[in-house]
Nanobody
Framework: VQLVESGGGLVQPGGSLRLSCAASGFPFSRAAMNWYRQAPGKERELVATISSAGGSTNYADSVKGRFTISRDNAKNTVLLQMNSLKPEDTAVYYC?????????WGQGIQVTVSS
C-alpha cells in the first residue's frame, strides 16, 4: 500500500488549498479513505472520512462547512478541499486507509495558515 499526499503549503487566513492523495497497492474502490492531521504538540485528529463509493462523508466539527472530501475511483485519488482556512488548521495532514486489518499512512504534508 502506498499513499502519497501533495498540494500543501503556506496560505493566508481565509484562503484555500486542495490536498490530493494518490493511492496504489490495494483495490482503492473498495476502501474507505480518511484524512487526519496533527498540529505541533497535539494528538493526531481525524478530519474527514469518505466511504468506498464516495456516497457517505463525515467531518470533524472543527472543519464542517469549510472542508470537503471527495474521491475519484478511476484515478485512485482522494481529495481534501480546504476553504476559509484558519491559523488553527496549521498541521501536517495525512492520507490514511485500513486494508486487511492494517492502518496505512502517507508520509504527511505540511499545511501552514499564516499571514
Amino acid at each position: 500500500v502506498q499513499l502519497v499526499e501533495s498540494g500543501g503549503g503556506l496560505v493566508q487566513p481565509g484562503g484555500s488549498l486542495r490536498l490530493s492523495c494518490a493511492a496504489s497497492g490495494f483495490p482503492f474502490s473498495r476502501a474507505a479513505m480518511n484524512w487526519y492531521r496533527q498540529a505541533p504538540g497535539k494528538e493526531r485528529e481525524l478530519v474527514a472520512t469518505i466511504s468506498s463509493a464516495g456516497g457517505s462523508t463525515n467531518y470533524a466539527d472543527s472543519v464542517k462547512g469549510r472542508f470537503t472530501i471527495s474521491r475519484d475511483n478511476a484515478k485512485n485519488t482522494v481529495l481534501l478541499q480546504m476553504n476559509s482556512l484558519k491559523p488553527e488548521d496549521t498541521a501536517v495532514y495525512y492520507c490514511q486507509t485500513y486494508w486487511r486489518g492494517y492502518g496505512n499512512w502517507g508520509q504527511g504534508i505540511q499545511v501552514t495558515v499564516s499571514s
